[in-house]
């Protein structure tokens, strides 16, 4: 063990001049050698991250570790015999090292008689879930040592060491961090340890500090400077010890059977799966796109793979796979393009294709290429152009560069880095393939053997993965790792990298030790100099390690044609009850001996119209989902029974519309006052409705808990005898065509707790005219139906209230029923609460918004741009944006961008960048070039000059070019949009969606926001006003959300929803939406009921007067400035502007305590029907109280306050606070 220090321990002398090297005059800044004020503890913590802070680490401590172990040294083998006397030359001091094995010690030596000692650690490279855990295994060790033990911390990564950057940890730093995601409570780095100065200043501010011990934990280049570092201090007799830990989440460093895995790499492939599992569940419930994702990881395909394993997409690109083979970009192209082919004459123009983000590089003749294009493009005489370059090129690269696509060849050509080389990294490989892609299938399409559709969604995920809270096995590997490194240390060991194995096992069992670096180390070529480096475990082809390979290479050709994916779900975190949360990744599962789950039955598909019908059986889902489905909904006391037989309908009172559309809505609806329903438990009804037959169509876009819906349906209609329930498999198109299935509970059961649409899908939320009308009536008395309930926002609803007036006039016996759904929140009103879907969709996307936020803090040199999906496509001329709202509520970012806040200010573009550009100028002033700004979706259509461009634009025939529509345009839209950045000319002028209005969801408004304040911060800083660095990231968050799995109150609320919708249509109660109120409230105390269409229709004032007479419509509902929601961001945003006051949620959690949590937005809602409720109440008490023969007085005060209270209500009337919903 390692003695004591000679310096007091709470002291931290500055080095004596005469010790400190002699440097020069051109030398560095000379290392501090004193603390730094701790100033990075988090000021604010989700739900579950508390859960996660109070969970007993020592649970993560193998047995082995208890007490005093014994450390059993044993000979080290090489990585290679051939480099083995290259590194004895480079290490002369440590090569000998010994590997070391821990085995149980005795547990009498008490800690008071070991010594104390004092252990630094560094956090080095890109971030990886876990590093907390780390820490926190290393403190706890050297405290279970020593209480007396203290621990340092370097910030900001190796710069930290030799510029003496650090802190104290002390137990209330660590205690705030724990089980925690990201880098953040020191801060990482990317620099190296590498000259002979910077070796000298780590030396000294070890020495002066007085450290025993350092633990460097990073990947592989890390680890490989650690060693040098551990055998210069050993060279020259410095005490400190040096010792590693294995970082990573690309799965590169893996060194079996010493080190199996590389922490992080769990938790980042499952955040991944999660979302691929997501947008594969998206795929099949629209059946319209190939969504092709793209996963980090530049030098190997071990993440991809991994994600692979977990969700079965169709297709999953390997780089060793290409270079091995030598693929070509065509040989590529072809594969995927026959795939595409034969799964479109399967009636598939669907499916979901994997790559890793480093394919290009493993693609042999693009290294030649770009190669050659570097060299040509730094000769005299080559210009930065295709003529140019072609005649440049060797014939062979040539032709590779005319195979590229045009913007692939562009940014070849523009995109280069200071050095002037071809910035590989920064190519969007899946649009690459995209485009060859359709290339080849349009040529195919010409030649008569494709006559499929292919549309792409692209998706690139990564920063999302970097800062996630750990896994339950990351959380327990690294705290293993932590205390390990820390009893590595304690025996006064060095170049050692912690070694923790038998991980099949519970983690008590776990066997942990340490392996020499320089044992890992082989030779390589880098910048002309021979370096030690730990080499990169690649996916292995073949080989000790290719179970994972040899695995998934059974099942691939399979999956090509099969609709076999697994939804794996999020993250959970509940080891009691759900066996999930257990999992270790599933690569290190086959590499250790056990065998994957076979391809369940996946049933034969059944064509309906254009769509496919495929029901899945419990048995296929993933181990998560029938967990899942286990779980039994709570309902409201009304509907405890789930019987028809033990509820009945109250009739509550007669309904109304604004009073200024009476007239009006009565051209177009023969009641507007249908009475308020509210269902009731009873003890037995005197008629229970029976041989119901009631259809359920899924009109508006994806959103998790449709399924649940479903259930709530079937399992209420069971009660009724000869009831049956139908689902139109398509949407409203599959109405149309009467493409109908029975929904039973045997196919429900599969589908209970799961995300999207996949089972029914949908096609266009249009319901509308006459004809359409028509083909709906026709359709409903064929099937003979009784009910129809039909599922969407508030165009889906408002096409239901016209639904049920023409059924009504065609005698029709069907009764029609809304229900209101829609991750974009903004069908809500007094009436709606919430919608489905909503409370998951924010759910899923805080959680990568606080993932990404926290992977900011961490490296402290970005600013992430993040559009949110919101309402911009659902009728609005101006969007909703619920969702931004609620995701920064849940996350609180530096900034957000609401939609309706810039609407009511009339923000211009250029004050929105100045307002931007302020705020990053502020922060810079602090020393912070880091942070998070959220953006809703639709923003751009906020502001005025913008919108009227868009308006004028609208006009014109899309898609189009900038040259056609430049003509178009007024003096001040064209001069707007020639500004423009390129790429939003573009995608202004990209195919419209079905309602005539723009794609807001195709505009990069992030990229937009990001690229003029860059702008101005760059003028900022010619004038001296800006010293900061600004260095944007941009990205979309929506597809990864709208078919997430349910939360729990989206559960249960769908399914509620469900059973009343179904008891309204069996009551033959139409033109209502079934509502449930008071969700703020536990699940029982929730109010079920109906209301009728008609009291939520409103007129836009400025057109109900006009000639022309639009129909009346449920207005979105936008952002209440004056609300709740939005004045608890304004009480914060100062603040979130200034510090780091991030949370993350984490992934939705199905059971524990945080899985009761629900959006702010939600219970944060008006209950605009208990107020009524309260308001009969003082009525009925006035009319009590005023009866023949009481005080006169109490009769004038009364008549005087309510003729006031009269004359106030008529001053109200007035106009809606709504928003037009667009019509085609």
């Avoid at 009304?638 to 009006?664: G, N, P, W």
């Avoid at 003028?1019 to 990231?1033: A, D, H, L, M, T």
Wanted: charge should be neutral; hydrophobic fraction near 40%; include cysteine.
């Amino acid at each position: 063990p390692l003695g004591a220090r000679a310096s007091q321990r709470a002291t931290f002398p500055r080095l004596p001049p005469a010790d400190r090297p002699n440097r020069g005059e051109a030398s560095e800044m000379a290392p501090k050698t004193e603390p730094t004020p701790y100033t990075r503890a988090r000021r604010a913590y989700s739900a579950l991250q508390k859960e996660r802070l109070s969970a007993e680490c020592g649970a993560y401590l193998p047995a082995v570790l208890e007490g005093c172990p014994q450390a059993i040294k044993k000979q080290a083998i090489p990585a290679s015999e051939k480099d083995a006397e290259t590194i004895k030359g480079l290490f002369p001091s440590t090569y000998d090292t010994p590997l070391v094995e821990f085995t149980a010690g005795s547990n009498g030596e008490a800690a008071a008689s070991r010594q104390p000692i004092k252990v630094g650690v560094v956090l080095s490279g890109g971030q990886a879930p876990g590093g907390h855990n780390v820490i926190a295994g290393i403190f706890d060790g050297i405290k279970q040592w020593n209480p007396d033990s203290e621990m340092i911390g370097f910030l900001d990564g190796p710069h930290g060491i030799f510029s003496g950057n650090f802190v104290e940890i002390t137990s209330e730093i660590m205690d705030g961090f724990r089980n925690t995601g990201g880098f953040d409570m020191l801060g990482s780095g990317r620099h190296k340890i590498e000259t002979d100065e910077q070796f000298e200043n780590s030396m000294a501010v070890c020495n002066a500090i007085g450290l025993d011990g350092l633990v460097v934990i990073g990947g592989d280049d890390s680890n490989t400077n650690g060693a040098v570092l551990a055998e210069y201090f050993k060279k020259h007799g410095c005490k400190t010890k040096v010792v590693g830990a294995p970082k990573t989440i690309d799965g590169d460093l893996k060194c079996p059977p010493h080190i199996p895995i590389s922490f992080g790499f769990d938790t980042a492939c499952k955040t991944y799966a999660t979302l691929v599992g997501n947008v594969a569940v998206d795929a099949l419930s629209a059946q319209k796109y190939y969504h092709i994702v793209r996963l980090m990881g530049r030098s190997a395909s071990n993440i991809a793979l991994e994600v692979a394993l977990l969700t079965r997409p169709n297709a999953c690109l390997l780089g060793e796979e290409v270079a091995r083979d030598k693929k070509s970009l065509r040989d590529l192209t072809v594969d995927l393009a026959d795939m595409i082919q034969e799964r479109s004459k399967a009636g598939k123009d669907y499916g979901v294709i994997v790559l890793p983000e480093g394919l290009i590089e493993f693609i042999p003749e693009f290294e030649r290429l770009m190669s050659e294009l570097n060299d040509k493009l730094a000769s005299p005489g080559v210009e930065a152009t295709e003529e140019s370059v072609l005649k440049a090129l060797s014939p062979e690269n040539a032709e590779c560069f005319k195979y590229l696509p045009e913007f692939i060849r562009a940014q070849l050509l523009l995109d280069r880095d200071p050095h002037g080389n071809v910035q590989v990294t920064k190519i969007e490989t899946e649009k690459l393939l995209a485009a060859t892609v359709s290339a080849e299938l349009e040529q195919r399409r010409a030649a008569g053997s494709y006559k499929g559709s292919f549309k792409a969604q692209f998706h690139a995920y990564g920063y999302e993965g970097r800062a996630g809270m750990p896994t339950i096995f990351d959380a327990s590997y690294c705290y293993a790792l932590g205390a390990t490194a820390a009893t590595l240390l304690a025996h006064g060991l060095t170049g050692l990298i912690a070694s923790v194995k038998n991980l099949l096992a519970p983690a008590k069992e776990w066997q942990c030790g340490g392996v020499p670096v320089t044992s890992l180390c082989v030779i390589e070529r880098r910048k002309g100099k021979d370096k030690p480096v730990i080499r990169k475990a690649l996916t292995e082809l073949e080989g000790p390690l290719s179970q994972p390979c040899t695995a998934y290479m059974k099942i691939r050709d399979e999956l090509r044609m099969l609709d076999a994916y697994t939804i794996p779900g999020p993250i959970q975190y509940d080891m009691e009850n759900c066996k999930s949360s257990l999992d270790i990744p599933m690569t290190l599962q086959l590499e250790l001996g056990k065998s994957m789950k076979p391809l369940g039955k996946v049933p034969e598909p059944k064509k309906m119209g254009d769509f496919l019908y495929a029901p899945q059986t419990l048995e296929s889902r993933s181990e998560l989902q029938q967990w899942r489905s286990a779980r039994k909904h709570q309902v409201p006391a009304s509907l405890t029974e789930k019987s028809i037989a033990a509820v009945r309908l109250h009739e509550v009172q007669a309904t109304m519309c604004a009073e200024q559309d009476m007239s009006y809505m009565r051209k177009f609806f023969t009641s507007i006052e249908a009475p308020l329903i509210e269902l009731r438990a009873t003890e037995g009804r005197d008629s229970v409705p029976q041989n119901q037959r009631i259809g359920i169509v899924f009109c508006g876009r994806q959103a998790p808990g449709c399924h649940d819906l479903l259930c709530g349906v079937v399992d209420m209609l069971r009660t009724s005898d000869g009831s049956k329930v139908f689902g139109f498999v398509g949407g409203t198109h599959g109405l149309f065509e009467k493409q109908a299935v029975e929904l039973t509970p045997e196919i429900c059961k599969a589908y209970v707790g799961s995300g999207g649409l996949e089972l029914l899908g949908r096609t266009v939320d249009r319901l509308k005219t006459d004809e359409e009308l028509e083909r709906a009536r026709a359709a409903c008395e064929e099937l003979q139906l009784t009910g129809l309930v039909l599922v969407g926002g508030a165009r889906t609803n408002t096409d239901a209230a016209f639904v049920a007036e023409h059924f009504r006039k065609q005698r029709s016996k069907t009764a029609v029923v809304g229900v209101p759904c829609g991750i974009e929140g903004n069908m809500v009103n007094e009436f709606v609460e919430a919608s489905i879907g909503f409370d998951s969709a924010a759910k899923a996307v805080a959680q990568l918004v606080g993932n990404t936020a926290i992977d900011g803090s961490s490296a402290r040199k970005y600013y992430y741009f993040l559009r949110i999906m919101d309402g911009a496509a659902t009728g609005g001329r101006i969007s909703s944006s619920h969702l931004a709202l609620e995701v920064a509520l849940q996350t609180k970012p530096n900034m957000l961008l609401l939609t309706e806040e810039v609407d009511e200010k009339r923000f211009s573009l250029r004050e929105l960048v100045k307002e931007v550009a302020d705020m990053v100028a502020s922060r810079a002033a602090d020393g912070n070039n880091f942070g998070t700004i959220l953006v809703a979706e639709g923003l751009l259509a906020a502001i005025p000059e913008f919108r009227t461009l868009i308006s004028e634009l609208e006009a014109v025939p899309m898609p189009n070019t900038p040259e056609k529509v430049l003509t178009e345009l007024t003096q001040w839209s064209r001069a707007l949009f020639q500004t423009l950045p390129d790429f939003i000319q573009r995608e202004l002028l990209l195919e419209r969606q079905s309602n005539a209005a723009l794609q807001m969801s195709q505009l990069e408004t992030e990229r937009l926001l990001a690229w003029l304040v860059e702008d101005e911060l760059s003028q900022r800083k010619k004038q001296g006003s800006f010293k900061g660095s600004f260095s944007p990231v941009c990205q979309f968050i929506g597809y990864q959300a709208r078919c997430s799995v349910p939360s729990d109150f989206d559960s249960d609320y769908a399914y509620t929803l469900g059973a009343t919708s179904s008891m309204l249509a069996a009551s033959g109660k139409s033109g209502y939406m079934a509502i449930v109120s008071d969700l703020s409230q536990p699940v029982q105390k929730w109010r079920a009921g109906g209301v009728p269409f008609t009291a939520m229709l409103s007129v836009p004032a400025s057109t109900a007067s006009g000639s022309f007479q639009p129909r009346p419509v449920i207005f979105p509902h936008r952002i209440d400035l004056d609300g709740a929601a939005f004045k608890l961001w304004c009480s914060q945003r100062e603040q979130c502007a200034k510090l780091e006051m991030y949370e993350n949620p984490g992934p939705i959690q199905m059971s524990g305590p945080s899985a009761a949590h629900v959006s702010y937005t939600i219970m944060a809602k008006f209950s605009y029907l208990r107020e009524l409720e309260e308001l009969r109440k003082h009525l009925s008490a006035v009319h009590t109280r005023c009866r023949p023969g009481c005080d006169p007085r109490t009769v004038r005060v009364a008549r005087q306050s309510l003729a006031t209270l009269n004359q106030i209500l008529d001053e109200l009337m007035g106009p809606s606070e709504a928003i037009e919903q667009r019509e085609k």
